[in-house]
């Protein structure tokens, strides 16, 4: 059973628009939200993420925004860059369970193709 | 060096052979984990290490067995490997949790292990 599911396996968007990447949970135990970028022969790097208790969190070009009750998050990206091309994955961390180190479940990722 | 650092970046063996993984954190962390990333899966968590105990192992094959000698060195001993282990196994480091909330984890590039 996958928690945390992004149903996009890619995206292409034309450079200077906005791209959207959409995840989906299962477990209302989630209570922080990440997003992590990756390129080809490097590991995740992380973007940026958001708390349960807010619903919108901005970096830059970089939102993300919560939406609970549908158990939804979104990343948004204006404007894209081809330099944002790369797989973009969702991560959800449920620390009501108590645990200090912060356990992470992973969406499938998005590849983003953003075109010149 | 900086950052999380894996060796070797690429590993090619047989079934009957033993090889390790090794991970190094720069970053002053105490929590240190194994990912394994499946082709088109999500990243599956494999180990957790806080302040160098162990404390998740999920469901893991006793093929793989993880050591963490000190808080910035993390192995991954493998031994009578299948073919179906043949995946992108990343390392990933951060701070425990405090009362600031949760801390993100910082991965390595990540070990491409075909079994042959």
């Known amino acids: 059973d996958q928690q945390v599911k992004q149903n996009s396996p890619s995206l292409s968007v034309q450079e200077g628009r906005i791209s959207i990447l959409n995840c989906d949970y299962t477990?209302?135990?989630?209570?922080?939200f990440l997003w992590y970028k990756k390129y080809p022969a490097e590991g995740p790097t992380f973007l940026i993420s958001?708390?349960?208790?807010?619903d919108k969190n901005e970096d830059g070009r970089f939102t993300v925004f919560l939406n609970k009750s549908a158990k939804h998050l979104s990343l948004h990206i204006v404007p894209s860059q081809p330099g944002d091309s790369a797989v973009y994955f969702c991560?959800?961390?449920?620390?009501?369970?108590?645990?200090?180190?912060?356990?992470?479940?992973f969406g499938q990722g998005t590849i983003l193709t953003v075109h010149p | 060096e900086t950052g999380v650092t894996q060796t070797p970046r690429h590993l090619v063996m047989g079934m009957t052979n033993k090889k390790s993984l090794k991970c190094e954190q720069h970053?002053?962390?105490?929590?240190m984990y194994w990912y394994k990333q499946s082709a088109k899966k999500p990243l599956e968590l494999m180990f957790v290490?806080?302040?160098?105990?162990?404390?998740e192992n999920n469901s893991v094959p006793s093929r793989f067995s993880p050591e963490c000698p000190n808080s910035s060195h993390l192995f991954l001993h493998l031994h009578t490997l299948q073919p179906e282990d043949s995946a992108l196994y990343l390392c990933?480091?951060?701070?425990?949790?405090?009362?600031?909330?949760?801390?993100?984890?910082?991965f390595g590039p990540g070990t491409r292990l075909t079994v042959l």
């Open positions: 290490y806080s302040l160098e105990e162990r404390v």
């Open positions: 970053l002053g962390h105490n929590a």
């Open positions: 477990n209302s135990m989630f209570d922080y």
């Open positions: 990933a480091s951060s701070l425990l949790m405090g009362l600031a909330g949760y801390n993100e984890q910082f």
């Open positions: 991560a959800a961390s449920a620390n009501a369970g108590g645990t200090s180190y912060g356990k992470l479940t």
């Open positions: 958001i708390s349960s208790i807010k």
